[in-house]
């Protein structure tokens, strides 16, 4: 039930900021709210083998902030088989990986720019 009710959240969100996307409207992270990019190289190198769900979240948070968008879609689809605590932040997350990539969830391209 869980997973049928995530699953039905999950392309609900997807669906209203995909049609924001195609509208022009911004759906991404505001850039004020990212720091600079050392922070983000710094943590990776501390987080090189996580080893808890919060870890795996925090990778894929940097890996995101440095825009290296396959990198983070492939750890995110990953940890989303995997975390429980996190299940709803990774999966926040890989939605907005998925859109910064014009990807569904089966990693095929949805749109193009």
Known sequence: MN??????ISNKV????????KN???VGVDEKFIPENEKYVEALELLKTPKTEMEYYQKIVCLY???????????????????????YDVLCLHI???????????GKLVYEN
Request: charged share 40%; aromatic share 10%; glycine share 4%.
């Open 65 to 87: 902030g440095l825009k290296r968008f396959d990198d983070a879609y492939h750890m995110s689809k990953d940890a989303l088989s995997s975390v429980e605590k996190n299940y």
């Open 24 to 26: 022009g409207e911004f």
């Open 3 to 8: 997973d049928e009710y995530a699953r039905d």
């Open 96 to 106: 907005a990986i998925l859109l910064e990539l014009n990807k569904d969830e089966e």
């Open 14 to 21: 997807k669906s209203v900021l995909l049609t924001k996307s």
